[in-house]
């Protein structure tokens, strides 16, 4: 039983236009909710997290969303470059609950076309 | 370099046998967790290790342990290998909760049975 799906396992975008990555979750005990990115032979690099009192965080060019009535988050990534082309994986937790255990999504594979 | 170094980055070992993987965290951080990432699952969470105690457990086998020594740096042991266990192993390590600030994980072990 997934707890966390992202349903996209590809995305395609021109270089300049808006990325829009989503993420459904399951379990609403999830309160801390973070995007990771990952090159090829790298492990997960941390992007941007949010916690269930807000509904949006922004950082440079990537900003989360979260609905938390639809058990929903995206992540927008505008301008996208050739460089964000990586798998991105969303993760969900409960700060109440065992600290450890993000639970992590299958990823999604971002390709940017110049 | 992110700071978490996992060594060794590629082994191969016959099942049956039994293996340790060595993680040596940030500097200064004192949680270290341990995830496997199968070819058609996501990043899957092992255990958390606290400033050398164990702090939360996931779907870690019994032929699995793991400890974190005085120094910090930990090590994951799998025994009694079976093909199913060919899996990327990662560590990462984070200050506190990491929720905030979110994990830094190393580049990952490739573990191949035959």
């Known amino acids: 039983d997934q707890q966390v799906k992202q349903n996209s396992p590809s995305l395609s975008v021109q270089e300049g236009r808006i990325s829009i990555l989503n993420c459904d979750y399951t379990?609403?005990?999830?309160?801390?909710f973070l995007w990771y990115k990952k090159y090829p032979a790298e492990g997960p690099t941390f992007l941007i997290s949010?916690?269930?009192?807000?509904d949006k965080n922004e950082d440079g060019r990537f900003t989360v969303f979260l609905n938390k009535s639809a058990k929903h988050l995206s992540l927008h990534i505008v301008p996208s470059q050739p460089g964000d082309s990586a798998v991105y994986f969303c993760?969900?937790?409960?700060?109440?609950?065992?600290?450890?255990?993000?639970?992590f999504g299958k990823g999604t594979k971002l390709s940017v076309k110049p | 370099d992110s700071g978490v170094t996992q060594t060794p980055k590629h082994l191969i070992t016959a099942t049956g046998q039994r293996v340790t993987l060595r993680c040596s965290p940030r500097?200064?951080?004192?949680?270290v967790y341990w995830y496997q990432q199968s070819l058609d699952q996501g990043l899957q969470f092992l255990i958390q290790?606290?400033?050398?105690?164990?702090?939360a457990k996931g779907n870690i086998l019994e032929r699995f342990s793991a400890q974190q020594f005085p120094d910090l740096h930990s090590e994951l042991n799998l025994s009694s290998l079976e093909l199913g266990d060919s899996a990327l192993y990662f560590c990462?390590?984070?200050?506190?909760?990491?929720?905030?600030?979110?994990?830094?994980f190393g580049s990952g072990t490739r573990l191949t049975v035959v």
């Open positions: 990462a390590s984070s200050e506190l909760t990491g929720l905030i600030n979110g994990y830094t």
């Open positions: 379990n609403s005990m999830f309160d801390y």
């Open positions: 949010i916690s269930s009192i807000k």
């Open positions: 993760a969900a937790t409960s700060y109440g609950g065992s600290q450890g255990n993000l639970i």
């Open positions: 500097s200064g951080d004192l949680s």
């Open positions: 290790y606290y400033n050398g105690e164990e702090r």
